[in-house]
């Protein structure tokens, strides 16, 4: 089969590939990486400081190759599965196909090997980055006492990558002419101490004999009305979920402060979804789809109103990693109009027909809702007006400063 890891798992994977996390030559199964986790050891007593995992949805069998692509479809492996448990985490031994296509600053990659073949045993003081190195002293003094070339590893994983790798070359101009720079794509850990200790691993792997960690970048956000965001309605068909939407919609368009996106779930069907079924893995593809467009709309600081059912609480929450991860804001609204009153309403004849048993896996009939437990807003439309209801949404972007 064919597996698309996520972006964190395909930066793992090409250090794996390259060389920069040996001894690893495969992803980790669930022994090793809880006793890394714990003890900071592979299961063998090897040293090793943070789990390297994979996720793959769907069945697998011991012994049984899984091509890994990247999200253009390019295969870059293939993984022969040693391991594969309930949750997904999937292990076992790589081989590669290809090495992975690169964006900005491709020019500048090499592998561990070809570091070491360049520095042709010369120390070297290697130093990581996340962000500007606003003081070059200590790298210069370090070095010269060392008498080491300079090693200047920018951690080039994800949107901010670009920008780290732009900063590398600026302080390579005030560094000595062999300095060398080299964009390695190290996703972060959540540990401070974890996140360090594999920027230490991946430095030596790259021939350093010395070590210096660049300070982490003080990010600070752009008032809410700058920033991207996402109003992501969720509830049952005949909710009033859509109707509220297009009622905000329309009021923000009416302001005329914000570039406003809207994509119900409906809608979304004829076009970016056509095709597509109402079994929960379509539906859960639905979502993500919808997700996906929403997160790459409030990337640039738009904002987008989507409104489908999302039933699955995995899946919402997965929509508003997709937007995070961006750097911008996502807010979940439960419009929790109950069952009954869905029922009632049936403006479309659906829930009869799901009674009837025309329309199988019908949320709420016959496939279940998850209600949210994890929502910014929650809004029941039984007794409440349409205009009220955009209100209260209304009230809550202009109290969080998303609209002036």
Not at 160 to 184: C, N, S
Request: glycine share 8%.
């Amino acid at each position: 089969m064919e597996w698309t890891p996520d972006p964190r798992e395909l930066a793992d994977l090409e250090l794996l590939l390259s060389g920069a996390f040996e001894p690893l030559t495969g992803f980790l199964g669930h022994d090793d990486a809880h006793t890394v986790h714990e003890h900071g050891t592979l299961a063998d007593g090897t040293p090793w400081p943070a789990p390297v995992t994979l996720h793959v949805a769907a069945d697998l069998n011991l012994g049984d190759e899984v091509t890994l692509l990247d999200p253009e479809g390019l295969p870059l492996a293939v993984l022969t599965v040693a391991a594969h448990e309930p949750d997904g985490l999937t292990a076992g031994p790589l081989k590669t196909l290809s090495a992975p296509e690169h964006g900005p600053f491709a020019r500048l990659r090499r592998t561990p090997a070809q570091v070491r073949t360049e520095l042709d045993g010369r120390p070297a003081l290697a130093v990581t980055m996340r962000g500007p190195l606003d003081d070059l002293t200590e790298i210069v003094a370090t070095a010269k006492e060392l008498d080491a070339a300079i090693l200047l590893l920018p951690l080039s994983y994800g949107e901010a990558g670009p920008a780290v790798v732009r900063a590398a070359l600026r302080a390579k101009e005030q560094l000595p002419a062999d300095t060398i720079v080299v964009p390695v794509p190290l996703a972060p850990r959540d540990e401070p101490e974890i996140d360090l200790e594999l920027r230490e691993h991946v430095a030596a792997a790259f021939g350093a004999t010395e070590h210096l960690a660049g300070p982490e970048p003080v990010r600070i956000p752009g008032p809410p009305h700058r920033r991207g965001l996402v109003v992501f309605f969720t509830g049952l068909s005949g909710s009033g979920k859509s109707t509220i939407a297009r009622g905000l919609r329309d009021a923000l368009l009416e302001l005329g402060t914000r570039t406003v996106t809207y994509l119900d779930g409906d809608v979304v069907r004829h076009l970016l979804s056509k095709g597509l079924t109402f079994s929960k893995q379509d539906r859960d593809l639905n979502i993500r789809r919808i997700g996906f467009v929403a997160a790459e709309t409030a990337r640039h600081g738009g904002l987008a109103v989507c409104a489908p059912i999302a039933p699955y609480a995995a899946t919402r929450e997965e929509v508003r990693e997709m937007v995070e991860s961006v750097g911008a804001d996502f807010l979940l609204v439960h419009v929790a109009t109950p069952l009954e009153e869905c029922e009632r309403r049936d403006r479309k004849g659906l829930y009869a027909k799901a009674r009837a048993g025309l329309i199988p896996e019908f949320t709420g009939i016959s496939d279940p809702y998850e209600e949210p437990d994890d929502a910014d807003l929650v809004i029941d439309t039984t007794h409440l007006s349409i205009e009220a209801a955009v209100s209260r949404v209304l009230d809550t972007l202009r109290g969080g400063g998303w609209v002036r």
